[in-house]
């Protein structure tokens, strides 16, 4: 028999002519077969047949089997991947992280975090065509209301950006619907991380100095100031990273540590991480002193380093989680005894920040000041010259004045005419 006869016998159980590769089945549900972009068979479902077709009693509402084929046919019109569009956000996730496995620990444990968000949360479930624009700044709203961070929420929205553009290279979808702009739904609420201004940073020294509790992180914070070290670096340093004859710090390691895999080293993060920082005065003689008082501590080797310069209470090596807990408590001893407060937030990084911007204040060339703090990017570095006050740009100003005076007297003038040059004229 002809397809076409074939075809025209083809009817419901309303007698209503049924098209090429629709069917019903003895239940009363439609059905539809098509061949994919890959060149196999597949198969959509639905209780109706057109959209004004009523859903059987107790069956959910679902469009019409017609206008599934409708959306079918544009997808393999436009090259789309009828089945990979409905892999879920968890699933498309899954799939970008497997493809992109050399990563260091750290961003290993990123993905962990967003993966749990995302498994707690409806978005995970969701096929990855059925989110819209609105969906994607739902989630972060939603985020926000959690109490997720706001550079968290950042980092993810970054992320989810990455894989649908993957889904939209596959041809899976059309749009990416996280190309938005994440402060116009939500409102960065972080605390500004400000650095120490000249005063402050006197004052603490001074407090720790003669603090009894302090004095023994002394030297260590006045090498964060005088060399803008990342606290990982600092912590990984041996007295193999000290060049005192021409007075340098090698960085090209860093040490930390997690709950899972303990003490580890890692390289840093770019290029621009390897370098070596300058000794001041200041940091010269605190290494000095470092070294003079430093105790042997337990025999321990990380992926090849050992002999670690700053030790805990228990002679294993100190990290970050260290730090953050010392200068916590730091802060808190001291404001109690100061008229002008810490920053709120006081962290190693804090000791960073004022070194850079003490160092941009003072004229820095910012690509000295780019390469000292292993900055990959120029605009990282030039960041730290906008964190201007107004008795810095006050001073900067009165400085620019005094020059400008010291030029003009020194001017010199007019060499006077000669007597026959005179008469000549």
């Not at 260091?104 to 990855?128: F, H, N, P, V, Y």
């Not at 989630?139 to 929420?153: F, H, P, S």
């Amino acid at each position: 028999m002809p397809r076409k006869e074939r075809d025209e016998k083809r009817r419901d159980n309303k007698g209503r002519l049924l098209k090429s590769g629709e069917s019903q089945r003895s239940d009363g549900r439609y059905a539809y077969k098509y061949i994919d972009t890959f060149g196999e068979p597949q198969f959509v479902y639905s209780w109706k047949l057109v959209p004004t077709d009523k859903v059987p009693a107790g069956k959910r509402p679902c469009l019409s089997l017609r206008e599934k084929i409708k959306q079918i046919q544009k997808d393999l019109d436009d090259g789309i991947d009828t089945i990979g569009k409905k892999m879920t956000v968890c699933q498309l996730y899954e799939k970008y992280t497997r493809q992109r496995g050399n990563v260091r620990k750290g961003t290993q444990k990123s993905r962990q975090q967003l993966m749990k968000l995302l498994s707690e949360d409806k978005l995970g479930a969701a096929s990855i065509d059925s989110v819209k624009l609105s969906d994607a700044k739902e989630w972060a709203l939603r985020m926000q209301e959690k109490g997720v961070a706001y550079n968290t929420i950042c980092n993810s929205k970054r992320s989810l950006k990455a894989i649908f553009y993957m889904a939209v290279q596959d041809d899976c979808l059309r749009k990416n619907p996280f190309d938005f702009q994440i402060n116009e739904v939500i409102n960065d609420d972080t605390v500004p991380k400000v650095p120490l201004t000249p005063t402050q940073e006197n004052e603490l020294l001074d407090f720790m100095q003669n603090d009894p509790v302090y004095a023994k992180y002394y030297d260590e914070v006045v090498i964060l100031l005088e060399t803008g070290l990342r606290i990982s670096e600092l912590c990984g340093l041996t007295p193999a990273d000290l060049n005192f004859e021409k007075r340098f710090v090698n960085v090209d390691h860093q040490l930390l540590r997690s709950t899972e895999d303990g003490y580890y080293i890692e390289a840093p993060k770019t290029e621009s991480g390897f370098r070596q920082v300058p000794m001041s005065a200041a940091a010269y003689e605190a290494f000095e002193r470092v070294l003079k008082k430093r105790r042997d501590g337990r025999c321990i080797e990380v992926d090849g380093y050992k002999d670690f310069l700053f030790l805990n209470r228990d002679g294993l090596p100190k990290t970050a989680v260290n730090y953050d807990a010392m200068f916590k408590c730091l802060a808190k001893k001291y404001n109690k005894s100061h008229k002008e407060p810490l920053p709120d937030v006081m962290t190693p990084h804090t000791m960073r920040h004022t070194f850079c911007t003490r160092m941009a204040n003072a004229g820095m060339n910012p690509k000295a000041l780019q390469y000292i703090m292993g900055h990959a990017n120029i605009v990282m570095t030039l960041n730290y010259y906008a964190h201007a006050t107004f008795h810095s740009a006050q001073e900067e100003m009165e400085r620019l004045q005094a020059k400008a005076k010291t030029t003009t007297e020194v001017k010199p003038e007019p060499a006077a005419e000669s007597t026959e040059e005179t008469k000549a004229a």
